[in-house]
Structures are given as structure tokens and as C-alpha cells.
Nanobody, 123 residues
């Protein structure tokens, strides 16, 4: 069992930055791939970024490529999402997720989810 807890959300002006953290508890998290997804009001949840268990491979949605960076520190059992140049359309509840390899962009095959953290971007 893996428990995930997100933190770092909040209110930021357009063009600003936030760094989300996803702290994991449970054994062998370092062997899991990590993903970030988001859901805006009235919209379906969508993929944002994913990272392999080693951190050597990452994948991003086109909408965030070049602005967001996913990383992990396996010694701390934590996955991060650095978000720069935020836009109003980035506002959403951001969810951390984990699954065993391979890396995936499909939310349907992630086994573990956090409770989400709200990101609000003012224009």
C-alpha cells in the first residue's frame, strides 16, 4: 500500500511559480513511477507529467512542456512538480499518483492517488 499526500498548492498571480510536493509512505515507493494530474471545474481530469522510478525518464503534456518540471527524491519518498510561468488555465486541483512501472500518461492504470491540492492562478 502506498499513501500519497500533496502539498504546496495556493494562490499565485499569472506568470508566477509554485512547487508542489507529493510525499509518499509505504514500502518500495522508490520502485514506483510517479505522475501528476489535474482537474479544473467542469472538466475531466487530465495528465500533466510523469516520472520513472529512477527519475531518468520524464514525460509532459504539451500544455505544460517547457514550463513545468517533474522530479523526485527517492531518499525522501517525494515527487515534485515545479510550475513556472503559470497561466490562468493552469488553475485546477492537482493530484499525485503512483503505479508500478512502466511510466504512463493514462490515469486509469494508476493505482494510488493523493487527495489533491488546489492551485489558483489570478490574471
Amino acid at each position: 500500500q502506498v499513501l500519497l499526500v500533496e502539498s504546496g498548492g495556493g494562490l499565485v498571480q499569472a506568470g508566477g511559480s509554485l512547487k508542489l510536493s507529493c510525499a509518499a509512505s509505504g514500502r518500495a515507493f522508490s520502485s514506483y513511477t510517479g505522475g501528476w494530474f489535474r482537474q479544473a471545474p467542469g472538466k475531466e481530469r487530465e495528465f500533466v507529467a510523469a516520472i520513472s522510478w529512477s527519475g531518468s525518464s520524464t514525460y509532459y503534456a504539451d500544455s505544460v512542456k517547457g514550463r513545468f518540471t517533474i522530479s523526485r527524491d527517492n531518499a525522501k519518498n517525494t515527487v515534485y512538480l515545479q510550475m513556472n510561468s503559470l497561466k490562468p488555465e493552469d488553475a485546477a486541483v492537482y493530484y499525485c499518483a503512483a503505479r508500478r512501472p512502466p511510466l504512463s500518461t493514462s490515469e486509469n492504470i494508476y493505482n494510488y492517488w493523493g487527495q489533491g491540492t488546489q492551485v489558483t492562478v489570478s490574471s
